[in-house]
């Protein structure tokens, strides 16, 4: 193997990174971060990633945004074909096209064809399922090697975030790790020192790993649900066919527009069928009508990217308003910070217990864990810094960078692996 033929590669639920050692390397443009983002366009033809098939969508180019991929990981969903324009590709196939894009900035960075990976992997793609676990990371490898990496190794992603963390310290330390990313919640408690930097085999000083699959695209189906999508009908009533019976309409609708990964099962002929007939039905068509013209227009990720950019203000402000003109004119819906922890509020006890059984597998009190680090961009909301923190009271939070920390420590641990 030539030596600069190896990198760390962080394929992230809503960011990517690609680390050679301590550095984080370009992969878009001059960014060192990318959106989990694929745009494929019907104008021009071709594909487009990161920032820049987002900035396609919202200046509303013709083609299809998918985002979130790294959820379908271990669901049935990853075999499924979607069918754009005159090609079907599978799930796992648009995840390939964006590890490619990721490979293709590592080959640029290291001036060769990069051949070894350690890819971060979440503690738990899939909750209180082994089998449907081992399967996604099987899956996530066999579309490694589709594109072209001969040697992947994986690393749990808070491992990983630790490794970071350890180049800041100066003596031997108890570190709980938080790595609360885009879809899910991983705790690790790690002894870190700068001697234990220098070694290759680090398994005696990782004391307990646990993870939840919980994320930031989970508080965002969870803030646009609460806030978002009884604008577009949810809990409203619709007339049955027959009798006048008054019944719900389906949640099922709102869920999905509210899901990222799942937004493009809404935008087939039988949905909108589906939607017509309820208008006509409904109690309130007006709201049915919104509804069934935000899909038929296809501007799923128009309401998702505004819930999204709401959340991420109410992590640092009272107050946001979630702009939807571009779906309505003058359609603008307030929210509050109050409405995020509520929100939010039912997937606090998870993350509360997670990072308590993390403390008990440790077998360690938690007076002795001297820092709390934090990575990941859903430790910026107020609550979920909360739940996780208060399991040390008396720690000392750290954070991390919020979205290289975990690549940083992949590319650190693939330079000791294959140097």
């Known amino acids: 193997m030539m030596r600069n033929s190896f990198c760390g590669l962080d394929f992230g639920t809503s960011n990517s990174t690609v680390a050679r050692g301590s550095a984080l390397v370009p992969v ?30 919202v200046e509303g180019t013709d083609g299809r945004l998918m985002r979130s991929l790294k959820s379908v990981l271990g669901h049935p969903l990853l075999d499924e074909t979607v069918r754009i324009k005159r090609k079907a590709y599978t799930y796992g196939d648009i995840i390939g096209l964006l590890v490619a894009h990721l ?35 099987d899956a996530l490898e ?147 009508r919104r509804l069934r013209e935000v899909i038929e227009a296809r501007h799923g990720h128009t309401v998702a990217l505004g819930v999204e950019a709401a959340k991420i203000a109410l992590s640092a402000q009272e107050r946001s308003a979630i702009d939807l003109s571009e ?32 403390l008990a597998q440790a077998g360690i009190a938690a007076e002795r864990i001297d820092a709390i680090f934090l990575t990941g961009g859903s430790t910026a909301i107020p609550a979920v810094r909360e739940a996780v923190t208060a399991i040390a009271p008396r720690a000392r939070v750290v954070e991390g960078d919020m979205f290289g920390s975990v690549g940083l420590g992949l590319g650190l641990d693939a330079a000791r692996r294959f140097l």
Not at 33 to 57: C, K, N, Q
Not at 226 to 243: Q, R, Y
Not at 271 to 276: D, T
Not at 339 to 347: H, N, W, Y
């Open 103 to 137: 490979k293709r900035a590592a080959d640029a960075a290291a001036g060769a064809d990069v051949t070894h990976v350690v890819m971060g992997r979440p503690v738990r793609f899939v909750d209180d399922d082994a089998g449907a676990d081992a399967k996604a990371q």
């Open 327 to 358: 779906i309505e004119p003058g359609l603008a819906i307030e929210t509050t910070r109050g409405d995020l922890q509520a929100a939010v509020e039912t997937r606090l006890a998870s993350l509360r217990a997670a990072s308590a059984e993390t």
């Open 28 to 57: 878009e443009g001059d960014k060192l971060t990318i959106p989990s983002s694929i745009f494929f366009d019907f104008e021009e033809g071709g594909v487009r990633f990161g920032r820049e098939a987002l900035r396609a969508y």
């Open 142 to 288: 066999r579309i490694a090697r589709a594109q072209g990496f001969a040697h992947v190794e994986f690393q749990y992603e808070p491992i990983a975030a630790a490794l970071d963390y350890e180049r800041t310290v100066a003596e031997e330390q108890y570190a709980l790790i938080a790595d609360i990313g885009g879809g899910t919640s991983d705790f690790s408690i790690v002894r870190v020192s700068p001697q234990g930097a220098a070694r290759t085999d680090r398994s005696a000083d990782v004391l307990a790993n646990q993870g939840v699959h919980i994320g930031g695209t989970d508080f965002d189906r969870l803030l646009s649900m609460k806030a978002v999508m009884p604008h577009f009908g949810l809990a409203s009533e619709t007339k049955s066919h027959f009798g006048g019976k008054i019944l719900p309409v389906p949640n099922g609708y709102f869920v999905d527009l509210a899901t990222w990964h799942r937004i493009n099962l809404l935008y087939t002929q039988e949905v909108a069928r589906e939607l017509a007939d309820l208008e006509k039905r409904s109690l309130t068509p007006q709201l049915l």
